[in-house]
């Protein structure tokens, strides 16, 4: 088994050699939004495309989380609108996580940062982001690590392991995402 650097450089890697991800990724930058990434199913499916040998299709929309105190919540609709602009051919979602701690519970705590926002994704392999520093090298986000994204491992993140309710819609994500159709070596544990 991999260590912790050797499982980060492999989704590293996958990312580096996805061409569309690397365009993607400059398109955000171009945004100059505070710790702007690349998050969730993008990176999720190419990993899950390339490790399963299949060929490499952003089918989900396209996730771009930034976390800015100082900008109102329309600006996601302003950036949503600019990003489409340049690169028409994806179906974009921007979230400033600043105003997504209440999304599916309003007792959440607020976020501190991007990667407290991604950390809060309701499954692991979706907790994952990607983002170019300021010497366009490329960066990982991983709070929870990325051994379950490698290892086709699909389980709830420790705060929707804390009660039936939270539970329930992983639950509901895993039935309505069919995921185990695409890729039958994916292992759904809720725990």
Avoid at 1 to 24: F, G, Y
Avoid at 103 to 127: K, L, R, Y
Avoid at 165 to 178: G, N, T
Wanted: aromatic share 8%; with cysteine; hydrophobic share 40%.
């Amino acid at each position: 088994m991999k260590n912790k650097n050797e499982q980060a450089q492999q989704v590293l890697n996958i990312i580096q050699c996805t061409p569309e991800l690397m365009v993607i990724l400059h398109a955000i930058t171009d945004q100059h939004l505070k710790q702007g990434a690349l998050a969730a199913g993008s990176i999720r499916n190419t990993v899950w495309q390339v490790l399963s040998h299949q060929p490499v299709q952003l089918s989900s929309d396209i996730d771009v989380v930034f976390f800015d105190p100082k900008r109102p919540y329309e600006d996601n609709f302003t950036i949503q609108a600019q990003l489409t602009k340049q690169l028409p051919q994806y179906e974009w979602q921007v979230k400033n996580e600043v105003y997504m701690n209440t999304h599916n519970f309003t007792d959440m705590p607020p976020f501190t940062s991007v990667t407290d926002a991604i950390g809060h994704f309701v499954e692991t392999p979706t907790c994952v982001g990607a983002y170019l520093d300021d010497s366009s090298q490329l960066r990982l986000i991983a709070p929870h690590g990325v051994a379950d994204l490698l290892s086709f491992v699909c389980r709830p993140v420790p705060a929707y392991q804390q009660d039936a309710a939270h539970l329930a819609i992983f639950k509901q994500r895993m039935a309505e995402k069919q995921w185990q159709q695409k890729w039958s070596q994916l292992v759904i544990s809720t725990h």
